[in-house]
């Protein structure tokens, strides 16, 4: 009998062990950080696909937006702060707000962008923009290069891709690199637009590879004006990156696809 009794004794036990790490595993999840993958090259060069990141909870406040699967446990938003242009931001994309997307805060409420031979203004100025050094990356499973014309080799032969890579400063000082790759394409001249009250103008690193608030908003595609209540959190560190090449059953195959060099990156 005391036998019996000990193994209830020690299932409890377990059970409220598992069940208080299911707790702080939401909590922490809901409310501090929570973990985000890149499945597009829209952020590229700072985002690239296969990308794994931490993503910051607490910057703008809290809201069912924190909670796994938009559990409407919160009411509105609590702790509220607006972001920053320059921010990296995830959040629920319009019209279904269902979809998790992540973004670069190019204006605020209030601000006129627009978007002219690719240039962006903000309130009638021109955005500081210089070209600095091309963008290279190895051609892998996870990034192809876009057209032949970038595609190129190192000094040991290896299949590169080498775009020309610009950088922006906003108004605020904010900089941050871009890729505008493509002339005269369909997002390089749109607007003027002025960002509704409560809502942000949000753009992707590479220009011509990112749907955002240049066009309406639409399922799966286009964000439009995104409004600030859809906020996730602000993006804040990588924590891993691969090329695409690892096979899951073989661990072997693992750490050569790791692209180190990106692990750590603040934003």
Known sequence: MRKSG???SETAEFVGFLFKLALF???LRSFVVAPFNIPSESMQPRLMVGDFLLVAKWPYG??????PYSAPIIPGRLLPN???PGDVVVFKAPPNAKEDYIKRVVGLPGDIVEVSDGLVSINGKAVERTEIEPFVHAITPNSPCYR????????EGNAICRYPQFEETLPNGRSYRILDLDENSDGDDRGPFVVPDGH????GDNRDRSADSRWPAQEGQAIGMVPQENLVGRALVSVFSTDGSAELLNPVSWFPAARWERIGEDF
């Open 200 to 203: 942000m103008f949000l753009m």
């Open 82 to 84: 607006p972001p920053t």
């Open 148 to 155: 032949e014309s970038f595609e190129t080799s190192d000094g």
């Open 62 to 67: 809290f809201s069912k937006y924190s909670m």
């Open 6 to 8: 000990n193994q209830k």
């Open 25 to 27: 595993v939401l909590v």
